[in-house]
C-alpha cells in the first residue's frame, strides 16, 4: 500500500502563485506515472496534468494550460504542481495520483491506483 501526501495549497489572491507538493510514504516516485486532479464543491474530480515515469512527456487540462506545470523533483520522489496565474474558478481540492501500472502520461482518472487525501487551494478575488 503506498500513501501519497500532498503539500502546499493554502488561501491566495487572484493571480497569485502556488506550489503544490507530493511525496510518498516509505518509497520513491520515481517509477510511476503521476498525476494532479482537482475537486471544486459540487463538482466531479477533474483532471489538471500528468507525468510520465521519466518525466520527459506531460498532459494538462485545456483550463490550465500555459497557468500550470507538472514536474519531478531532482531526485525523482517528488511531484511538484506549480499554479500560477490562478483563477476564482481553480479553487478545489487538489489530489495527487500514482498510476502503478503504466509509464505514460495518463488523464483517465480510472487509470490511477493509488490517491492523496488532498489539499485545499482556495483563490479570492
Known amino acids: 500500500q503506498m500513501q501519497l501526501v500532498e503539500s502546499g495549497g493554502g488561501l491566495v489572491q487572484a493571480g497569485g502563485s502556488l506550489r503544490l507538493s507530493c511525496g510518498v510514504l516509505?518509497?520513491?516516485?520515481?517509477?510511476?506515472?503521476m498525476g494532479w486532479f482537482r475537486q471544486a464543491p459540487g463538482k466531479e474530480r477533474e483532471f489538471v496534468a500528468a507525468?510520465?515515469?521519466?518525466?520527459?512527456?506531460?498532459h494538462y487540462a485545456d483550463s490550465v494550460k500555459g497557468r500550470f506545470t507538472i514536474s519531478r523533483g531532482n531526485a525523482k520522489n517528488t511531484v511538484y504542481l506549480q499554479v500560477n496565474s490562478l483563477k476564482l474558478e481553480d479553487t478545489a481540492v487538489y489530489y495527487c495520483?500514482?498510476?502503478?501500472?503504466?509509464?505514460?502520461?495518463?488523464?483517465?482518472?480510472?487509470?490511477?491506483?493509488?490517491w492523496g487525501q488532498g489539499t485545499q487551494v482556495t483563490v479570492s478575488s
Open positions: 516509505g518509497r520513491t516516485l520515481r517509477d510511476y506515472a
Open positions: 507525468i510520465s515515469s521519466s518525466g520527459s512527456i506531460t
Open positions: 495520483a500514482l498510476d502503478f501500472r503504466t509509464a505514460g502520461a495518463v488523464t483517465e482518472r480510472g487509470a490511477y491506483d493509488y
